[in-house]
């Protein structure tokens, strides 16, 4: 199983961005798919979760300003940012768990101020 993430850069406050998670060797229907970040000195946070019937959680600090979604036809899984803050700057990575945990690499997102 490979992830890849797409889709950082830098933007200004009150931005948007989308990051797309690339999914290989396996299927999306089948697996639970999440977002999380990791600023600078500080934990991985779970920004946001869809499961492989669709269903979404996301993390109390997105505040309905994320959505989380996938294309099972392209074995991809988005995240459209809008309202990006400061405190949104981080290394965002994609997980896929079914079963086992697997990762990406990880997309940076910078919000300048």
């Known amino acids: 199983v490979q992830l890849v993430e797409s889709g950082g850069g830098l933007v200004q406050t009150g931005g948007s961005l989308r990051l797309s998670c690339s999914v290989s060797?396996?299927?999306?229907?089948?697996?639970?798919m999440r977002w999380y970040r990791q600023a600078p000195g500080k934990e991985r946070d779970l920004v946001a979760e869809?499961?492989?019937?669709?269903?979404?959680t996301y993390g109390e600090f997105v505040k309905g300003r994320f959505t989380v979604s996938k294309d099972s036809a392209k074995n991809t899984v988005y995240l459209q940012m809008s309202g990006l803050r400061s405190e949104d700057t981080a290394v965002y990575y994609c997980?896929?768990?079914?079963?086992?945990?697997?990762w990406g690499k990880g997309t940076q997102v910078t919000v300048s101020s």
């Open positions: 997980n896929l768990y079914a079963g086992l945990d697997y």
């Open positions: 869809i499961t492989g019937a669709g269903a979404t």
């Open positions: 060797g396996t299927i999306l229907r089948v697996a639970i």
